[in-house]
């Protein structure tokens, strides 16, 4: 049998769509050269517009991991009372990120499968001055969301000198944000919800951010310092490290893209997407690892119905019906598996995925039906 690649179905990297990867094959210009200039510059505007941002985005070379440093670095200084609240894996980076830079630091961590809530975050800002909240929107490790909207309104009725900062890394191109909530800082990479290949980091600044920075002294970060990179994200014509140009170009294409789906349209398929997969699996036997109310709209975990069904084994197995799924981390290791269902995907991909799944429960000796997984499934497509 002809294989292929199977389809990358982990929480990131995500499918690449094919005009996606042709602006990554193109022949690399110059950042300073007047065509590359204009395409960047455009791309800035729309990722503001799109995000509603009247502040600075930086587009920095760089993963995820590299945003999340960016977001908090610019915003507090040493010593300053930093809060970090911790739905799991990305969350404890946070809290590692922070223990580094010398914050008087205090934390808050939701047990596995559980989000921190709005409550308790207002009793903890109630209770003592804090400079910075963090918090991750969409946690990977677990599917599960954070009740953003809510936190965002309470943060800014009741704490409005405290400054927000969300790991958006799962969220942005698959669930609603928008800067004029009140956030101050959100950051993301191109792997996730955009679509696009690892290489990127983006990260939307408030003014009132920004000015946080310009009124602090100098940071002991060089390569993720605000300062350097404002004369740039105002100006492409400016240089400090250079612009990773065709990743640049690829993420342009991503916006294309997200602005003729239109971003409430696709955040809205995004659920109905997540909702179908997690009808098909429950279907299949296995068990949602959130509840309803917490789940996401980008990356799902399911538990394993029984001991017949061995991790790394499924896992395996599934890969070679032509799916890439990710194993769970920390509390949830060995006990299911995760699936990122973000960014550009589409029902065929849906569907093969289903049927992936289903031939390796019957490879691994696990007796479902074959077809009973995508029966809900299009059940559920021909309900969009
Ligand atoms: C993937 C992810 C990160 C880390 O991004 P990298 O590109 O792997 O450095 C951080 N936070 C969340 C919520 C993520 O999903």
Known sequence: ????????????????????????????????????????????????????????????AGSGTMAMEMGICNVAARDESVLVCSNGHFGDRYIDI??????????IKAPWGKTVTVDEVDKKLSAKKFS????????????????????????????PDVLLVVDGVASAGAAEFYMDWGIDVMLTCSQKGLGISPGLGIIWASPRAIAKRQGMSEISESYVDFVKWIPVMKDTMKYWGTPSVNMIWALAEAIRIIKEEGLEERTK????????????????????????????????????PDASLEDEKFRAAVYGEGAHIGGCLGDFAGKGFRIGHMGNITPAILVTL???????CVRCGYGITPGSGLAELQKAILDM
């Open 1 to 60: 049998m002809i294989k292929g690649n199977p389809l990358v179905m982990v929480p990131g990297p995500t499918p690449v769509a094919r005009s996606i990867q042709d602006q990554m094959g193109r022949e690399t210009i110059s950042f300073n050269d007047a065509r590359f200039v204009a395409d960047f510059n455009a791309l800035i505007a729309d990722m503001k517009a799109l995000w509603r941002c009247d502040g600075i985005v930086f587009i920095v």
């Open 98 to 107: 922070c223990a580094r830079k010398g914050f008087d630091l205090d934390t």
């Open 132 to 159: 910075a909240l963090v918090v991750t929107h969409i946690e990977t490790s677990t599917g599960v969301e954070l009740p953003l909207r809510e936190m965002t309104k309470m943060i800014r009725e009741k704490h």
């Open 269 to 304: 398929r995004h659920r109905l997407y997540a909702a179908a997969i997690r009808k098909s699996l429950t279907a299949l036997g296995f068990s949602a690892g959130v509840e309803e109310s917490l789940a996401s709209p980008s990356v799902s975990v399911f538990f394993y």
């Open 354 to 360: 289903v049927a992936a799944i289903e031939r390796a």
